[in-house]
Each structure stands twice: as C-alpha cells, then as structure tokens.
C-alpha cells in the first residue's frame, strides 16, 4: 500500500511539451440556451414596441371618433339655437300680426272719419294714438290709385275698362292693404280698369299725332 506524503497534493500528469496552462480546467463553453438568450429578450422587446404602437393606434382611433362625435354634437346644437330663434321671431310676428289683424277694422272706421272730416276733439287724439302705436309695431299701410294691379297685395272687387290706361290699373282704393313687413295681413281692395277693346291708348294716340307732325313739316 502506498504511503501519501503530507502537504503534497497530487497533480495530474502533463504531457511533455505542454505548457502550464494547458494543466488548468478549461471553463465549460455555454449551452444552446444561454446562448439563445439576448437574442429572446430582443424578440420580447420587438413584440413589446408592436404592442406599445397597436395601442398608440387604437388611441388616435378613439380621438378622432369622439373629436368627430363632439364636432356633430356642437353643429346639431347650433342648428337647434337657430331653429329656436327662427321659431321664437316667427311666434312673434304672428302673435302680433293676429292682434293687428283684429284692429284693421277700427284702423278703417278711422280712415273714414277722416275722410268725411269727421276726426275731431278727443276722438282724433285718440286715432291718432293707435295709428302710431300700430306703426311702431310694423303695421304698414299700403295701396294707391294709379298703381298698377297686382294680384298677389291686391284684391279687384269692382272691374271696368278705360281707354287712358295701357295696363290694368288700381283706379280706386276701397279699403287699404297692411302688411307688417313682407307678410301681407290684408290685401288692398281695389277698383281696377282694363285698357278698352279695340281702343288705342292716349298715350299711343299722342305718339302717332307727334310722328304725323314731325313728318308733315319734313315734307313741306
């Protein structure tokens, strides 16, 4: 039986020719899956960055749709101002049109008083009054003798014919027409004359008078 010396450690045996180091443990070279390793964190980092921009996507979708929703929702509400307003001005103008529409005919007993000269005293301040607090309302007054005829302010109850007009003429005013603004409340009744058959005009006769003048004194 072999005797080990103490304090010696038995070293393994080295080739000759070999040099110390090739004496020492070589450290083991690294698995497949060590090696493999920063190449999956790579892979986690991409996936991790495709998710990250998905979500960025999926958030500007939801921006532009509740920016979109939000712009709708303003316009309908101005749409809904303006349609109130527009109701509220139309409410109005009938409302006071209706009341107007009930006084035209203390408008038309004033109108005669005037004209027999019947507006005196008391009774003229008043019609006065009322006439001025009908215009400020907007009540206007309309309808002359001369003017043309014009069905859609003017309503022809009595008709005839004349042979000094070219068109059909308003020759007289039975009641006058109001209207508040462009609304007509009241047509003006009108007596109205129609050229006469087969007449010409005097104003036609005159220019035909005119050229037989001016052409006989070329002649002489």
């Given at each position: 039986?072999?005797?080990?010396?103490?304090?010696f450690?038995?070293k393994?045996?080295?080739p000759?020719?070999?040099?110390?180091d090739?004496?020492?443990?070589?450290?083991?070279?690294?698995?497949e899956?060590?090696?493999a390793?920063?190449?999956g964190?790579?892979?986690?980092?991409?996936?991790?960055?495709?998710?990250?921009?998905?979500q960025?996507?999926?958030?500007?979708?939801?921006l532009?749709?509740?920016?979109g929703?939000?712009?709708?929702?303003?316009?309908?509400?101005?749409?809904?101002r303006?349609?109130?307003?527009?109701?509220?001005?139309?409410?109005?103008e009938i409302?006071?049109?209706?009341?107007l529409?009930?006084?035209?005919?203390?408008?038309?007993?004033?109108?005669?008083?005037?004209?027999h000269?019947e507006?005196?005293?008391?009774?003229?301040?008043?019609?006065?009054?009322l006439?001025?607090?009908?215009?400020k309302l907007?009540?206007?007054q309309?309808g002359k003798?001369g003017?043309?005829?014009?069905?859609?302010?003017h309503?022809?109850l009595?008709?005839s014919?004349?042979?000094?007009?070219t068109?059909t003429?308003?020759?007289?005013?039975?009641?006058?027409g109001?209207?508040?603004g462009?609304?007509?409340?009241?047509?003006?009744?009108?007596?109205?004359?129609?050229?006469q058959p087969?007449?010409t005009?005097?104003a036609?006769?005159?220019?035909?008078?005119?050229?037989?003048?001016?052409?006989?004194t070329?002649?002489?």
């Amino acid at each position: 039986m072999t005797e080990e010396t103490p304090g010696f450690e038995e070293k393994p045996d080295v080739p000759s020719g070999a040099t110390p180091d090739d004496a020492e443990p070589k450290a083991a070279a690294p698995s497949e899956e060590e090696a493999a390793a920063p190449a999956g964190d790579t892979d986690e980092t991409a996936d991790r960055a495709v998710g990250l921009t998905a979500q960025l996507d999926q958030a500007r979708t939801a921006l532009s749709e509740r920016t979109g929703d939000l712009q709708r929702l303003q316009a309908e509400y101005q749409n809904y101002r303006r349609r109130v307003e527009r109701d509220r001005v139309t409410v109005k103008e009938i409302a006071v049109a209706n009341l107007l529409s009930e006084l035209l005919p203390v408008l038309d007993d004033v109108g005669r008083a005037r004209e027999h000269g019947e507006l005196l005293g008391g009774f003229k301040s008043v019609a006065e009054s009322l006439e001025t607090v009908v215009a400020k309302l907007g009540l206007q007054q309309f309808g002359k003798e001369g003017e043309p005829f014009d069905p859609t302010i003017h309503e022809a109850l009595m008709h005839s014919y004349a042979p000094d007009v070219t068109e059909t003429t308003c020759v007289a005013i039975l009641q006058p027409g109001y209207r508040i603004g462009e609304r007509t409340i009241r047509p003006a009744r009108v007596a109205v004359a129609e050229p006469q058959p087969g007449a010409t005009p005097a104003a036609a006769k005159e220019e035909k008078t005119d050229d037989e003048e001016s052409g006989g004194t070329e002649e002489a």
